[in-house]
């Protein structure tokens, strides 16, 4: 069964200290990855999107690291601010190179808290 | 460059009442597209993808309906809306390799 699995479920950090989001999947075929950061009550926004032979890609504050052999990924915030507090959502996408039938698998979001 | 635009932004509706929300897309040609439905405080849930026109997939069972008249235009209903229809509703497109897009939600409120 395709599932996208994102821990912890909930996070708080003062202003200023770095964290780590973590993302497992079992999507297959897998196409890429990608974090999407999502305030409250407006659409997720694209952060990062790495295919198969990515393993870090940076935006920022915001590395993200994937490991296509462990299926796992993680979402890094160096430094954070008051505004990164969010909804961190991970996202896989299924299927082949070519392929029309691509979709979507979410998982269900780290709810990020900065403090100042 | 491609846009997604999703309306309305809020709708509060009484139950028993009709639904329709909708989605186009521009600058892009046969997209995937989905919507979503997001309760409060929980992830994102699946509740249709639709790789063509005609081509709808149901995810999960429930009181909804999905259309796509047209290549980007895509259209969430209901015959008659249930108070647990309550939630945000988010429409979004991808290709195969590239980001999704996010339209800005929708935010239903059933009374």
């Known amino acids: ?116 | 460059s491609q846009t997604i635009h999703q309306w309305p932004a809020t709708l509060v509706q009484p139950v028993g009442s009709p639904l329709s929300l909708e989605c186009t897309v521009e600058g892009t040609s046969n997209p995937n597209l989905y919507w979503y439905r997001q309760a409060a405080g929980r992830g994102l849930q699946l509740l249709f993808y639709s790789v063509g026109i005609g081509q709808i997939s149901s995810e999960v069972p429930q009181n909804l309906s999905a259309s796509r008249p047209q290549d980007r235009q895509f259209i969430l209903s209901s015959k008659k809306l249930l108070l647990s229809d309550s939630g945000f509703y988010l429409c979004a497109w991808s290709d195969w390799n590239t980001e999704a897009f996010f339209g800005q939600g929708t935010r239903l409120t059933v009374v």
């Not at chain 1, 912890?8 to 973590?22: A, D, F, R």
């Not at chain 1, 940076?58 to 890094?76: E, I, P, V």
């Not at chain 1, 507090?85 to 299927?95: K, L, Q, R």
Request: charged share 15%.
């Open chain 1, 1 to 116: 069964k395709n599932q996208v699995e994102q821990s912890p479920q909930s996070l708080i950090i003062l202003e200023g200290k770095n964290c780590t989001l973590q993302c497992n999947y079992t999507v297959s075929p897998f196409s890429n990855l990608r974090w999407y950061k999502q305030d409250t009550g407006r659409g997720p926004v694209s952060l990062t999107i790495m295919t198969f032979s990515e393993n870090t890609k940076s935006n920022g504050r915001y590395t993200a690291t994937l490991d296509a052999d462990t299926k796992q990924s993680s979402l890094h915030i160096t430094a954070s601010q008051l505004s990164d507090s969010a909804s961190y959502i991970c996202v896989v996408s299924w299927g082949n190179r070519g392929s029309t039938l691509g979709r979507l698998y979410f998982g269900r979001g780290t709810q990020l808290t900065v403090w100042p």
